[in-house]
């Protein structure tokens, strides 16, 4: 591939061992796609936490600030040990763990947003931006519900991007990849009146799982006025169960003000979604015996302002026999509290994270809570059911977040089959 | 049987074929530790990716598959090769920064031609798939 000047200095080794390993990276993988030349980023988002300590500290050495970079949700050990979680000798090698990486991460002056919803602290791209972006969830949002240029990435690719300032120019960066390859058609007879996040979860999660591979959706007939948490809904449970990172809504993403603008020709693919589907996919997603709830996790994504005023307006004057943490960004949990949506919550024993509650909720990880994970989890969206149970171990409920705040009150599951 | 295919990350490696007619991802579908299957109520549940080629269609999930994919690297928990129908880019950079060998795209549809237990020499510098029948 074409590289600039600068881009081949890079490579070459002229800013360091670190800098040369991320462009090597950067640069095999855009062969892989057949990318023709890199692109200068606007912004990445990138993570700390998790990511191989070798790997991070090598790709950083010798870096210097670049353009603007954020960071997604990782550890909060800190906080972990504050609540009695992760505790010992255990939560000071957390700790240490995470410090040495902030440590990098504020000499190369990273802004430490630890959110995976930069939105809703103000960090709203422009149509056009481009961006390298790390969490699926970040990716398809930006993409869909904001016409930023977001190519799938992982984790180690964004980390390379963060110190090079660069990014290969292919997929959904070129205009021409932004059309749908596969339309989606909703049967007759749902009734959206009853939809929440979790339905709105589930349909994207079971389209996403229909797909192959890196192909963009258009699903025509969800209703116009959706609101934003559930048109994020739909969109971040794409890429769970598959790889779709461009979901347009016809009439509610900004590409897709009518059908016609983002299907050029025949779609590659028609799905078609009905009550059957919708019912298969709740039932996968649900893996537990019993009606015993531990704990329930809400926040994957990070949760908006209105949600946390939703939830606390569930919980006000009730205790909680199960644990509950949110996941919400610290700014936003900060309004929330100068709302009073927080106090409702923290009195009954809610606790609010900015970690990942998806993979991460230290609740449930052994990893983190070792003999103190507990063994079921309520969640009110397909994205955590599907990780809770794959990578943590746990039984897994999902519901409305009505009959998941009904468990962490009773600790017992009493949803029911969910109507479509 | 030769086939011919697409390089997505170079090397050579062979081993007996384990093949799933779905999407991977280094997150969740492979536990470091064990280098099993976890994902519950699956064909593939429970049984062990270590030193084999996998056939998958192609990837999916989370962006924290490559840190997963070099944790299983070090712990020695990898499949020796891999072939997708297509890959994209979290699977690719995955498997590009554990150095997997791996191709895609070949000139016959894998699924036809690679079954379970087949022994596969996987040549991805070269872009060729060698295939004996079990």
Redo the contacts between chains.
């Keep these: 591939m074409f590289l600039r000047d600068e881009e081949k200095a890079m490579l070459d080794g002229h800013q360091g061992h670190g800098v040369q390993k991320a462009m090597d990276l950067l640069v095999k993988l855009g062969e892989c796609f057949g990318a023709e030349r890199m692109v200068k980023v606007n912004w990445t988002h990138t993570i700390l936490d998790g990511l191989p300590y070798d790997f991070f500290q090598a790709v950083t050495e010798g870096a210097k600030p670049g353009p603007r970079v954020t960071l997604h949700p990782g550890w909060q050990p800190e906080k972990w040990k504050e609540i009695g979680l992760t505790t010992g000798p255990r939560a000071d090698i957390f700790i240490e763990r995470h410090n040495q990486r902030l440590e990098i991460a504020k000499r190369l002056k990273w802004n430490i947003t630890e959110t995976c919803a930069e939105y809703l602290l103000g960090y709203i791209p422009k149509k056009g931006d481009v961006i390298a972006m790390t969490g699926t969830c970040m990716q398809v949002a930006n993409n869909s519900l904001y016409g930023a240029l977001v190519n799938r990435a992982g984790d180690l690719s964004t980390v390379a991007s963060a110190v090079t300032g660069v990014t290969p120019y292919m997929g959904l960066m070129l205009p021409q990849n932004r059309y749908a390859h596969v339309l989606v058609k909703l049967e007759k007879g749902l009734d959206f009146n009853n939809w929440r996040e979790m339905h709105y979860s589930c349909l994207g999660y079971f389209i996403g799982n229909q797909v192959l591979g890196y192909k963009n959706v258009v699903i025509d007939g969800l209703p116009r006025n959706l609101p934003f948490e559930y048109a994020r809904a739909v969109v971040i449970s794409h890429p769970v169960s598959g790889a779709v990172t461009l979901v347009h809504i016809v009439g509610v993403t900004p590409e897709a003000p009518t059908l016609e603008a983002v299907l050029s020709r025949k779609p590659e693919q028609t799905i078609v979604v009905g009550k059957r589907e919708l019912k298969r996919t709740w039932e996968e997603l649900n893996v537990h015996e019993g009606d015993v709830v531990e704990h329930v996790a809400i926040g994957c994504p990070h949760c908006s302002i209105e949600e946390i005023r939703h939830l606390g307006s569930l919980i006000k004057g009730r205790k909680l026999k199960a644990s509950l943490a949110i996941g919400a960004g610290n700014e936003v949990v900060a309004k929330t509290r100068e709302m009073g949506y927080t106090q409702p919550i923290e009195e009954a024993g809610g606790v609010f994270l900015n970690c990942c509650i998806g993979v991460g909720d230290p609740f449930i990880s052994t990893y983190y809570a070792a003999e103190k994970a507990v063994k079921s989890s309520a969640t009110n969206g397909a994205r955590a059911a599907h990780y809770q149970a794959r990578t943590m171990d746990v039984a897994v409920f999902l519901g409305t977040e009505e009959e998941c705040i009904e468990a962490a009150v009773t600790g017992k599951w009493e949803g029911r089959e969910p109507e479509w | 049987m030769v086939i011919k295919g697409h390089?997505?990350?170079q090397g050579k490696a062979e081993g007996e074929a384990i093949v799933y007619k779905g999407?991977f991802s280094f997150?969740?579908?492979l536990d470091p530790n064990t280098g099993k299957v976890?994902?519950?109520?699956h064909p593939l549940e429970g049984q062990s990716l270590v030193g084999k080629v996998c056939v998958f269609?192609?990837?999916?999930?989370?962006?924290?598959?490559?840190?997963y994919a070099?944790?299983a690297k070090?712990r020695g928990n990898i499949p020796a090769a891999m072939i997708f129908?297509?890959?994209?880019?979290?699977i690719?950079?995955?498997v590009?920064?554990a150095e997997i060998p791996t191709i895609d795209k070949l000139e016959r549809d894998p699924f036809e031609v690679i079954k379970n237990g087949d022994r596969v020499k996987v040549d991805a510098t070269a872009g060729i798939v060698e295939v004996t029948k079990c």
Excluded at chain 2, 85 to 90: D, F, G, N, S, T
Aim: hydrophobic fraction near 35%.
């Design positions: 390089t997505v990350c999407p997150l969740g579908d976890p994902i519950p109520n269609t192609t990837g999916h999930g989370s962006s924290g598959g490559p840190t070099w944790a070090r129908l297509e890959v994209e880019p979290i690719a950079t995955a590009i920064a």
